[in-house]
């Protein structure tokens, strides 16, 4: 078994070494697959998964080059071909064929359709042993663990499933850029409905767990294109993007003049938004300006020259003596010479995650995490795997309040619907250690849960169910308001009360323990209304076995 693994190392080595050698070249009407650069097991797995689809398509009839574009590669094989020689990747250039047919090729034929089958048959003859490896491996890979953090990531074990949101939110057309209340019973959209010939601003509301259909944002909309909203304050702001008048216009190659979409800024006033005003200069230009998302002082965001989305790429300008400053683009690993699209940043401001169609996923856009790094890097960024990422496109990573929720686009068809998958925390847990989560709320000055925090306890008690043997510790924490020892009983009760629920779900109220500890141990040690929710939480702790 080792020397199997070891023979599924060469061959991973081998595929890197192609990629370096040759990138995106184009030969007697041959187009060399654009594999991606390996990763170990995880950059294995990609390569032959990328190999396999257009073998098994190619055999299966698949015929005809425009069926070649449900590639992402493909799509950008062909950008970069043009772009360094100026000329069709479909061109001649028979120099090219005596050094490379001996490598992943797939034939073209007249009109560009694909070879027939006894000609794929005979051009795969010598990688018919790559294509065994590639079974066998499937095979083996859910059986035997091979160490890798990266995979294990991709697995997402501690993720459920992906769902399509309940109700009546999701249409057959598209409902795409969302984004979420703080309560997280909100989500805004845009979609372009029937009988309109532009995108409008939407939102859903949750009643119970189904979410409302979709209904128009009055006074925001206009007779342009309004998209990509981002909520903030409470639903008391909105930053979106729009080519409406006022956006800024440009000439085009052709001697049109064109109109760039560019950020906008409202807020409400008396439950009425007030009209729009286009965020600065240093922010807006000639190009494409979508997806905001606000964190803090930063506004991260999509920029790309019109009309070439292929070459999105995620910027950021810092909001500082009341005015934006010029925008820098985000560094290496985070853009690429690939799409980077629709940046979002996780509750703890320590992940950003985001869209991108870089080789090595699993099919259009995917969605990939990186973290910031303490020397302001940010990490190798990692596909968020099989559970969220499919042949479609997916789009729009939302981390809910409650931390263990979050909401993303998918695109499976034609339109993007809105999915949401339950991520349990508890599965970290280890004696000795605790986790502190800040998204179990209760009313205030009292020790009421509130509904919103359900999702994250019916984590806590799956995992005590399937944990049979194990103990916890339940601490209860506030922030630094109101009277001390005031403090003590209120999280003594909150605590308690989660511990009430828990049994109340048939977890025997003996492998429970509570404490209170008030405002003694803060998050931050000051009173500031932008941050005592991080002070007012619940700790769990593994106290046996």
Request: with cysteine; net charge positive.
């Amino acid at each position: 078994m080792y020397s199997f693994f070891l023979t599924l190392n060469g061959v991973s080595k081998n595929l890197r070494l192609l990629y370096q050698k040759h990138r995106v070249k184009k030969f007697s009407s041959t187009f060399i697959y654009n594999t991606p650069k390996t990763r170990g097991w995880t950059g294995f797995y990609a390569n032959f998964r990328s190999y396999f689809r257009i073998v098994v398509k190619s055999f299966s009839g698949f015929r005809g080059i425009k069926k070649l574009s449900y590639f992402p590669a493909f799509h950008r094989a062909e950008f970069l071909y043009r772009k360094k020689w100026n000329t069709d990747i479909f061109d001649k250039m028979p120099e090219y064929e005596k050094n490379l047919s001996s490598y992943f090729v797939i034939k073209s034929v007249k009109n560009g359709a694909l070879s027939s089958k006894k000609d794929i048959v005979k051009l795969f003859s010598n990688q018919f042993v790559l294509l065994l490896i590639y079974a066998v491996f499937l095979i083996l890979l859910p059986i035997f663990s091979v160490g890798s953090q990266e995979l294990n990531e991709i697995k997402g074990s501690r993720n459920q499933k992906p769902e399509k949101l309940k109700g009546s939110i999701n249409t057959n057309l598209n409902e795409f850029g969302i984004s979420l209340t703080d309560s997280g019973n909100v989500l805004y959209f845009y979609s372009k409905r029937e009988n309109s010939i532009y995108t409008d601003l939407y939102k859903s509301t949750r009643v119970g767990d189904k979410w409302q259909q979709g209904e128009e944002i009055e006074n925001l909309n206009s007779n342009y294109d309004d998209q990509s909203p981002f909520i903030l304050n409470q639903e008391k702001g909105i930053i979106f993007s729009s080519n409406r008048d006022g956006s800024i216009e440009f000439q085009l190659s052709n001697g049109k003049i064109g109109v760039s979409r560019d950020l906008y800024f409202s807020k409400k006033i008396d439950s009425s938004w007030i009209k729009p005003i286009a965020l600065p200069r240093t922010v807006n230009t000639e190009e494409i300006e979508e997806n905001p998302f606000l964190f803090g002082n930063r506004l991260y965001f999509t920029r790309y020259p019109f009309g070439q989305v292929s070459e999105a790429d995620i910027f950021v300008s810092v909001y500082r003596n009341k005015t934006w400053e010029k925008t820098t683009s985000l560094p290496d690993p985070i853009n690429t010479v690939y799409s980077e699209i629709a940046a979002t940043i996780s509750r703890d401001g320590k992940t950003i995650y985001f869209s991108s169609n870089r080789p090595g996923g699993f099919g259009g856009y995917d969605l990939y995490k990186s973290t910031l790094l303490a020397n302001g890097d940010f990490s190798e960024p990692i596909n968020l795997g099989p559970d969220i990422n499919t042949a479609g496109d997916e789009a729009f990573y939302l981390e809910a309040a409650d931390g263990s929720t979050f909401y993303f686009c998918r695109r499976s068809g034609h339109d993007y619907d809105v999915y949401s998958i339950v991520s349990n925390p508890f599965q970290e847990l280890e004696k000795g250690k605790s986790i502190s989560l800040d998204s179990i709320h209760f009313a205030l000055g009292s020790y009421e849960i509130l509904e919103d925090s359900f999702p994250i306890l019916e984590n806590l008690n799956s995992y005590l169910r399937e944990n049979p043997g194990i103990k916890i510790r339940i601490i209860g924490h506030t922030d630094l308001n109101g009277d001390y020892q005031d403090n003590i009983i209120l999280s003594h009760n909150r605590a308690n009360a989660v511990k009430d629920y828990l049994v109340r779900k048939g977890i025997d109220s003996g492998r429970i323990v509570t404490d209170g500890k008030g405002s003694s141990e803060p998050i931050v040690p000051r009173k500031d209304p932008k941050t005592d929710y991080k002070n007012r939480r619940t700790e769990f702790q593994i106290v046996s076995p």
